[in-house]
């Protein structure tokens, strides 16, 4: 399809994200994710060195967890936008002069946004990329190395991408081939069915 027949035309869906229920979602899904993921690494490990469960901590261990852990966590935010405009290119062809990237001090998030419509299959690969290499792979990672600060991280970024499972959500009941215009400053998709007049 041929995008200038978009230019004037009003799209045939809207997928506006409301953001408290996002919020709370987000929430859910970083408990849920860490609860499973702890109590799984130590099942997983306690079987493996026979000798049960063991915790330890210390002020130390604490202080430096932290810094590692905010350090971790802003780095992979980073990554996970960047891993958005990976998909665009992968999955929808964006050329990457066609995409921007960026910091909302105010909103206190960072985002990645496409400026050409690309198709809903390709939208909704580009969408959960960043769950895929941000929250699962740190998270199989954690598990095989025993450690519970990735699990910690990978959990927050799991939670963290609620905003793109509500959109994939949104997404999955419309046809592959409609085209997704991504809103530059807010939450929100604009759909077009691929013909000429949303036929």
């Given at each position: 399809m041929d995008f200038s027949q978009l230019e004037g035309r009003e799209p045939d869906r809207v997928v506006e994200l409301?953001?408290?229920k996002v919020a709370k979602e987000s929430l859910w899904l970083t408990l849920l994710s860490t609860v499973f993921l702890f109590l799984g690494n130590a099942l997983l490990h306690s079987l493996f060195r026979g000798d049960g469960f063991e915790f330890t901590f210390s002020i130390k261990g604490i202080i430096i967890g932290t810094l590692l852990f905010?350090?971790?966590?802003?780095?992979?935010?980073?990554?996970?936008?960047a891993f958005h405009l990976l998909g665009f290119r992968l999955?929808?062809?964006?050329?990457?002069?066609?995409?921007?990237f960026g910091l909302n001090l105010e909103a206190g998030i960072a985002y990645a946004t496409t400026k050409v419509p690309i198709h809903n299959r390709g939208m909704r690969k580009a969408l959960l990329l960043p769950l895929w290499m941000t929250g699962i792979l740190p998270a199989a990672v954690g598990l095989w190395l025993d450690s519970y600060l990735l699990l910690f991280l990978s959990a927050w970024l799991i939670g963290g991408a609620a905003g793109d499972l509500a959109m994939d959500r949104e997404l999955k009941r419309l046809p592959g081939d409609w085209l997704i215009k991504d809103d530059p400053e807010k939450p929100k998709l604009y759909a077009y069915s691929p013909g000429p007049d949303g036929e």
């Open positions: 409301d953001l408290m905010i350090a971790g966590y802003v780095v992979l935010i980073v990554v996970h936008e999955f929808g062809g964006v050329p990457f002069r066609e995409m921007a």
